[in-house]
């Protein structure tokens, strides 16, 4: 009988070139490039190219791209109707996970071993994402949906769509800077999922919705908008330093710390928060950030030995509020940028695919007797 590994922790899935993690280090690179040097001189656009086809772009195979990413940013019209029907009060991940499954409904094609069938829905998906998110949220909200604008970039487009204002030159790059910080991020649990729905030969747009609903969880991409909750519950930074008490004592979990690979601070985590503070200088500081800071501290201290460290969730929330976004579309956000590397993982495990199926330890009983309902 193999040794049962929970969570497959440590457990190899698959062998991958679209990203790493060095978790003792704080390293991470997309192809290679660390992150740091990405969110600086790159575009989420180029990023997600690089993650899809291995390499940084050369000019004409960037703008070819780029220019496919706006004018996919057409979705259907009856797209609309799908999202109108959906309830208003429910929550956008789920929205979203039902807008990629109908939108996949609107795609011809179904041989994606062709590789234009599989670039064009490639850029279809990437596309539609921001677009889909903006529209429930103005749809819900009871406003016109505000037409997307094909010269734009992804993060400019998404500000726009949401609000109809023309969006500010720092809060775009910020956004676009965290659309990078999350475009990949190895064998992560979403990222797993739409491989292994890949494997199973189903489309991309099935590959996506099913990714987008493991992305939910609080455990994963669901704590960025828990972690600010938490603070808005913590309140003041005096409150902190009590209330860490009780959470360790309770041995409960604090939202937007620990992780599976990194046993140091996240690198995402500095970025962002380096994001949060260039916000701070022009829209004004958020008093929330103290006490974030002072709950790191707090936290650090006493679980750091045990590798508890901020990660990627922490310092999000507080960057996507002081760029009023609602707080139930960070996890979408977070899948806006995700779709790039679930679909660089679904290229790749189309490559060499074997359908996954592990085996299991049986932990149930033999040679039940089958007794009829009435003499039970
Ligand atoms: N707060 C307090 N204690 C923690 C935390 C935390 N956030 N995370 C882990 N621990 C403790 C845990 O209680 C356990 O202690 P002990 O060994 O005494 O029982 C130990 O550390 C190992 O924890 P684990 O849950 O077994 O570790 P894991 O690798 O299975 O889980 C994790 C990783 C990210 C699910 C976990 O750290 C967690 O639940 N964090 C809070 C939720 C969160 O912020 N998630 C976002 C993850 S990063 C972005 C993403 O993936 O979307």
């Known amino acids: 009988m193999p040794e049962l590994i929970p969570g497959l922790a440590g457990v190899p899935a698959a062998e991958s070139a679209v990203s790493f993690i060095d978790g003792q280090k704080g390293l991470l690179a997309y192809r290679g490039h660390p992150i740091q040097v990405l969110a600086e001189r790159s575009t989420f656009q180029e990023v997600a190219w690089l993650l899809l086809y291995g390499t940084l772009p050369k000019r004409a195979e960037f703008d070819g791209f780029r220019e496919q990413l706006g004018t996919r940013r057409e979705i259907p019209e009856r797209m609309y109707d799908v999202i109108r029907a959906l309830p208003g009060n429910g929550h956008p991940m789920d929205a979203l996970q039902a807008c990629m499954a109908s939108l ?10 062709d590789a234009s069938t599989a670039d064009e829905a490639i850029t279809r998906i990437l596309a539609a994402m921001p677009v889909m998110v903006a529209a429930f949220d103005r749809i819900r909200g009871g406003e016109d949906v505000v037409p997307p604008r094909p010269e734009l970039d992804t993060a400019a487009n998404f500000l726009w769509m949401l609000t109809g204002e023309e969006p500010d030159e720092l809060a775009a790059r910020v956004l676009d800077v965290a659309l990078i910080l999350h475009a ?6 979403s990222t797993f999922a739409a491989r292994v729905v890949a494997s199973t030969e189903a489309d991309p747009y099935t590959v996506v919705s099913s990714a987008i609903g493991a992305l939910t969880g609080p455990l994963h991409g669901g704590a960025n908008e828990r972690v600010l909750d938490q603070l808005r519950d913590i309140g003041e930074a005096e409150s902190v330093e009590a209330w860490v008490d009780g959470q360790v004592a309770a041995k409960k979990k604090i939202m937007g ?31 929330l950030y103290d006490t974030a800071v002072t709950l790191e501290d707090e936290v650090v201290k006493r679980l750091g030995d ?52 592990p085996a299991q330890v049986y932990a149930g009983v033999h ?5 009829p309902i009435d003499e039970r």
Do not use: C
């Open 367 to 371: 040679d039940a007797e089958y007794v």
């Open 257 to 287: 710390f620990g992780h599976r690979v990194y046993k140091v601070k996240d690198p995402r985590a500095d970025i962002l928060q380096g994001l949060a503070i260039d916000l701070f200088e022009k829209l004004g500081r958020t008093p």
């Open 184 to 189: 990949d991020h190895t064998m992560n649990a």
């Open 306 to 357: 045990k590798g508890i460290h901020p990660n990627v969730d922490f310092y999000s929330g507080i960057v996507y509020s002081k760029l009023q976004i609602p707080i139930d579309l960070f996890t979408p956000v977070f899948a806006m940028a995700r779709t790039a590397g679930w679909l660089a993982h679904w290229r790749e495990q189309m490559v060499d695919n074997k359908i996954f199926r």
């Open 104 to 113: 996949g409904m609107f795609s011809r094609h179904t041989d994606f071993r």
